[in-house]
Nanobody, 123 residues
């Protein structure tokens, strides 16, 4: 059974850092592109990043470039979203997802999603 489980969401103050984890089971995450999305209250879902394994590239949304980064731990079958310089507008539920393909696809019509983890940035 394919599962993605996010963790690490928390209440943090502006300017602080936080790392989210996405642990995969039922498949080897290293073999496939993994996405991070977020959805703020009352807003549409936004793609934050995609790590491709076809060409080894990582895409980051303009809104997070220079502040967020992504990584993988193959031994743990886990992906990370490292966030720094957090701002109130980063407040959202963060999701990881995959479509079990090697390259990053457009859109958000992906087959497998985690349930999300809440990040709240507030003073």
């Amino acid at each position: 059974q394919i599962q993605l489980v996010e963790s690490g969401g928390d209440l943090v103050q502006p300017g602080e850092s936080l790392t989210l984890s996405c642990t995969a089971s039922g498949f080897t995450a290293d073999h496939f592109a993994i996405y991070w999305f977020r959805q703020a209250p009352g807003k549409e879902r936004e793609r934050v990043s995609c790590m491709s394994v076809l060409d080894g590239t990582t895409e980051l949304a303009d809104s997070v470039k220079g502040r967020f980064s992504v990584s993988r731990d193959s031994a743990k079958n886990t992906m990370y979203l490292q966030m720094s310089g957090l701002m109130p507008e980063d407040t959202a539920v963060y999701y990881c997802a995959t479509d079990l393909v090697r390259r990053c696809l457009r859109g958000d019509n992906l087959d497998y999603w985690g349930k999300g983890t809440l990040v709240t940035v507030s003073a």
